[in-house]
């Protein structure tokens, strides 16, 4: 089965999401002031090579990490110091370098590790940039980076430290330069009263696009992108949205709300994005998000939402990135920043209260369990559901069919039946073939017998045998060949003693020492030869310990090292000194 399918799947059993096809679809959170961010005016965002978003505003650049922001000012200590903390636009180049243009400062960039700031401005008679006021920022297949500005087109090249100026002595209809998109050879200059320029980079010749169906003549172009049809998309300042075709030179025009639905007369579209679908997005002053979907076609608009606050915080939108996984980010002029996850078309929602074939049997799923036929398999606190590969529950089964107890907390396949750990009923053992459960439990007088009824997790190892976690029983060793089980608990008098009886999971490494996640007892590793455990705890004022016994998750990567997910913090193990190196929120 398809893994991402399978991911859908895990998210959807615990959150409604769906494709978008109205105002409510898009769920967004959002990042203000209150969260770090240095002003809640955003003008400019962009995601670097190395994963971190950075939001230019009003009031400084901002580096945001998932958890907190960093910001950068043209104030205070050090190196890394604006010219102005109006950013008005980003952008990083082929060598990681990040451009940042700003309103009266000119031109920043800040070095590819990060530790410094390079300035650019106007100076007059100079080799220098023509304008400290920054619209836009592009570079070519050449590496030559390409500046907009309120006074001509700027050619940089960073090799040789040198200027090149376009203007209206070159040919441009207008020195006010406000967007760039790059196709092949051609440069499409967007001006702001002087409509659409193009410029042949090869020969440095300028040619301005005439008017055409009243539409795009001395416009105030705003922004502009080409989609993978060829067709360039212009935001016009009080003229909407215009899709001009290449190919026939015809230009077509959305404008009010009898072509873009929800969108106010006299409003101005601002900031335009292509999605990996081809479909165009944009912000506006008054109107919100928007959404056109060139293959129905249709808008779609996402606005403030009061009564459920999902929605984009604000109706008046600056700025625009999806970035390269599917994150939506929208900047407001007032209000932050507003994200959402985009990729919502494939999730399939399941819930008990759906009486067609995708429903369960409860709504709270303990675990979710794919087997060797490709039957996706729900633990649930009713019973054991069974879906087939579109996801239609093809069947329920509860204690009327066998099951001890409708609470199943785990699932594991082993010989082609499914071992399910019960909250009260030890373990239940299904077979596929036949349709018929059997059990055991803590019942002494029926062999074999658990220590305990809670079972937590079931884990069979390179050797056959088969682990069982329990809570309150500590660990029981199943041998399927004698049917005997071996019990590792902490008040056992006749083994040595475990470090915990409430055992969360197990899992075993390439020289077959298992290790053993517990509740509150750290992490236990089995030695075969010497039949018996070692404990990793937690130890004070030890920074090579274990950083918190409760350990939820335990993970082998594929160097072979052991990871440790406590409930404070993650740990790496490294066998040879037998210590830890802990990392936490603090470390990133």
Request: proline content about 2%; charged content about 20%; hydrophobic content about 35%.
């Amino acid at each position: 089965m398809n893994a991402r399918k399978l991911l859908s799947v895990v998210v959807c059993v615990v959150v409604y999401v769906t494709a978008f096809s109205n105002d409510s679809d898009l769920k967004f959170r959002h990042l203000t002031v209150d969260h770090g961010l240095s002003h809640n005016g955003v003008k400019s965002i962009i995601k670097d090579s190395q994963g971190f978003i950075w939001i230019g505003t009003f009031a400084g650049l901002n580096r945001y990490d998932g958890y907190e922001f960093q910001s950068i000012h043209s104030y205070g200590d050090g190196d890394l110091l604006l010219s102005s903390d109006n950013i008005n636009c980003l952008y990083e180049d082929s060598k990681k370098n990040i451009w940042i243009g700003t309103l009266g400062g000119g031109l920043n960039r800040l070095n590819s590790i990060r530790d410094s700031i390079s300035s650019f401005y106007h100076k007059p008679g100079n080799n220098s940039i023509s304008s400290n006021n920054i619209t836009d920022i592009l570079e070519d297949e050449a590496g030559i980076i390409w500046i907009a500005t309120r006074n001509g087109l700027n050619k940089y090249d960073p090799e040789n430290n040198t200027f090149e100026v376009f203007n209206t002595s070159n040919g441009l209809s207008n020195a006010f330069i406000t967007s760039l998109a790059i196709e092949k050879n051609v440069m499409w200059v967007g001006t702001y009263g002087g409509g659409v320029n193009l410029l042949n980079m090869d020969s440095n010749s300028i040619l301005k696009i005439r008017q055409l169906d009243n539409v795009l003549g001395e416009e105030e172009v705003l922004d502009i992108v080409i989609d993978q049809n060829k067709f360039v998309w212009m935001a016009i300042q009080d003229k909407g949205l215009c899709r001009f075709n290449q190919y026939d030179k015809q230009c077509k025009q959305f404008y009010g709300s009898n072509d873009i639905k929800g969108f106010h007369e006299n409003d101005t579209p601002r900031d335009l994005v292509l999605d990996n679908k081809n479909r165009i997005w944009f912000t506006s002053n008054r109107s919100g998000l928007f959404c056109y979907d060139q293959t129905i076609p249709s808008f779609f608009n996402y606005k403030l939402n009061q009564s459920e606050k999902v929605g984009v915080n604000s109706c008046s939108l600056s700025t625009i990135l999806i970035d390269d996984i599917d994150n939506l980010w929208v900047g407001s002029y007032r209000q932050g920043l507003s994200i959402c996850k985009m990729q919502q078309d494939n999730i399939i929602h399941l819930d008990s209260d759906d009486y067609g074939n995708s429903s369960m049997r409860n709504n709270d799923v303990n675990s979710i369990f794919e087997d060797s036929d490709g039957d996706i398999w729900l633990a649930t606190e009713n019973g054991l559901s069974r879906l087939d590969g579109d996801f239609n529950n093809t069947r329920t089964y509860t204690t009327i069919d066998g099951l001890v107890d409708n609470t199943i907390m785990t699932i594991s396949e082993i010989n082609n039946e499914l071992w399910l750990g019960t909250y009260a009923g030890g373990i239940n053992i299904f077979n596929k073939e036949l349709n018929v459960f059997r059990s055991f439990e803590t019942n002494q007088d029926q062999l074999p017998s658990l220590s305990s009824d809670f079972v937590r997790t079931i884990y069979k190892d390179s050797k056959g045998l088969i682990w069982i976690g329990t809570i309150r029983g500590g660990i029981n060793v199943y041998n399927p060949k004698t049917q005997e089980i071996v019990v590792y608990a902490y008040s056992s008098d006749k083994i040595k003693p475990v470090s915990s009886n409430n055992i969360f999971s197990f899992i075993e490494d390439k020289d077959g020492s298992i290790y053993v996640a517990t509740n509150g007892g750290g992490v236990m590793r089995y030695n075969r030869k010497k039949d018996e455990f070692t404990a990793f705890m937690f130890r004070p004022f030890d920074d090579n310990s274990l950083s918190n016994n409760m350990v939820r998750c335990q993970l082998i990567d594929s160097k072979g090292v052991y990871w440790a997910g406590s409930d404070y913090g993650l740990n790496e193990f490294n066998p040879n000194g037998e210590i830890f190196t802990s990392y936490y929120k603090e470390d990133h």
